[in-house]
């Protein structure tokens, strides 16, 4: 079967208004696309002709260029989706990368805010909206998606707790919030002079988008003076670190941050392993 390159590269198009549709980010469409249009250019010739054995000596060249296994997992994922796409929409006969496994990663360390770094955070926090944005994302350990989807009715102030409605996985739970993101919480429906549902309003007074909240946090961190990317879901591994350290139960640190499997919070485990080791280096090195 002879592909012209018109061709290809309307495959290319949709798959990408498929992934689209499907939710995929604009930065991550942006790396499918640069990726697939050079993986595709690699090869001139139709992706019906690709063999997987071929796929595999292209994976080893990225990775004799320097690609890390991380990397290569990465390509590997994006292959899999397109000839999957092309497979189900039976513009090939047979899915070439079928057999091809993707590298054992070994589980990444979460990486958090030290308590002085986080009253650094706070510092940097002198708008009301920003300091809301902070205590309630680190007091939470909320999503960042999961945040922006809060309304009023969702936050229960005398019990000082929020529940989220369809979480990840369409779970719903109940978390703790802290004093202080309560109270701010509270000061900020009292300034309100509007009758909109949402906790998060941006300025156009509308909800408040994940973005923007990724870009403010991201901001003070800079403001702070802090030299790590400061993000949402680092404030999460913050709370989720700082919780283990204070000796809380990790099965009830996997029921506030609503991890499905414990073994995904265990992972925090490990980050407490290394401050054990730390301690203990100092007095037997």
């Known amino acids: 079967m002879v592909v012209e390159p018109q061709s290809q590269t309307t495959w290319l198009l949709e798959f990408l208004q498929a992934k689209r549709l499907e939710g995929c980010r604009p930065k991550s469409l942006k790396a499918y696309e640069r990726f697939l249009t050079r993986f595709l250019w690699y090869f001139k010739k139709s992706p019906s002709e690709i063999a997987t054995s071929e796929i595999r000596m292209f994976l080893m060249s990225e990775e004799s260029h320097g690609n890390k296994t991380t990397t290569i997992a990465t390509k590997i994922a994006i292959l899999r989706s397109y000839f999957g796409w092309l497979s189900n929409e039976e513009y090939i006969i047979k899915d070439p990368t079928k057999r091809i496994v993707r590298p054992n990663l070994p589980p990444s360390i979460p990486k958090y805010l030290t308590h002085d770094e986080l009253e650094a955070l706070r510092d940097a926090a002198t708008s009301p909206i920003d300091e809301l944005l902070v205590e309630t994302l680190y007091s939470s350990g909320l999503r960042v998606s999961e945040l922006a989807s809060l309304d009023w009715e969702d936050v229960s102030f005398p019990?000082?707790?929020?529940?989220?409605?369809e979480g990840k996985g369409g779970k719903s739970r109940t978390v703790p919030l802290s004093t202080r993101a309560t109270r701010l919480l509270s000061k900020c429906k009292e300034d309100r002079r509007d009758d909109k549902t949402w906790v998060f309003m941006s300025?156009?007074?509308?909800?408040?988008?994940?973005?923007?909240?990724?870009?403010?946090?991201?901001?003070?961190?800079?403001?702070?003076?802090?030299?790590?990317?400061?993000?949402?879901?680092?404030?999460?591994?913050?709370?989720?670190?700082?919780?283990?350290?204070?000796?809380?139960?990790?099965?009830?640190?996997?029921?506030?941050?609503?991890?499905?499997?414990?073994?995904?919070?265990?992972?925090?485990?490990?980050?407490?392993?290394?401050?054990?080791?730390?301690?203990?280096?100092?007095?037997?090195?």
Not at 159 to 165: A, F, I, N, S
């Open 159 to 165: 019990e000082k707790r929020v529940t989220v409605r």
């Open 203 to 285: 300025r156009q007074r509308n909800r408040m988008s994940k973005e923007t909240v990724e870009r403010r946090i991201r901001t003070l961190g800079a403001k702070a003076g802090i030299e790590k990317k400061v993000t949402p879901h680092r404030l999460r591994h913050s709370l989720a670190t700082h919780l283990l350290e204070a000796g809380m139960p990790i099965d009830q640190i996997q029921q506030i941050l609503g991890h499905s499997s414990l073994d995904t919070t265990q992972i925090y485990a490990r980050t407490q392993m290394q401050n054990v080791e730390q301690f203990y280096r100092r007095v037997l090195p």
